[in-house]
Nanobody, 117 residues
Framework: QVQLVESGGDLVQPGGSLRLSCAASGLIFSNYYITWHRQAPGKERELVAGISTEGRRRNYADSVRGRFTISRDNREKMAYLQMNSLKPEDTAMYYC??????????WGQGTQVIVSS
């Protein structure tokens, strides 16, 4: 059974940092393109960052570029989202997703990030 489990969400003050983790099981992780998404209350889910299968290509939403870094460890079947200089508008539920080629995506259950003083 393919499963993604996110962790690392927390309450943090503006300007602070968090590192989100995504643990994968039941799949050949290195074959999957990994993305992080977020959804704030009352808003649509948005793509935050993506990383290619070998980690050579990364892309970011304009709103997080320069502050967030996506990475992966294929041997450990883990993906990460390092978030620095957090802002209140980064408050959202963050989701990890994995996609194999043009197939459907697998989603985790999400981890909550709250940026507030």
């Amino acid at each position: 059974q393919v499963q993604l489990v996110e962790s690392g969400g927390d309450l943090v003050q503006p300007g602070g940092s968090l590192r989100l983790s995504c643990a994968a099981s039941g799949l050949i992780f290195s074959n999957y393109y990994i993305t992080w998404h977020r959804q704030a209350p009352g808003k649509e889910r948005e793509l935050v960052a993506g990383i290619s299968t070998e980690g050579r290509r990364r892309n970011y939403a304009d709103s997080v570029r320069g502050r967030f870094t996506i990475s992966r460890d294929n041997r450990e079947k883990m993906a990460y989202l390092q978030m620095n200089s957090l802002k209140p508008e980064d408050t959202a539920m963050y989701y990890c997703s994995a996609r194999y080629g043009s197939g459907s995506s697998v989603w985790g259950q999400g981890t909550q990030v709250i940026v507030s003083s």
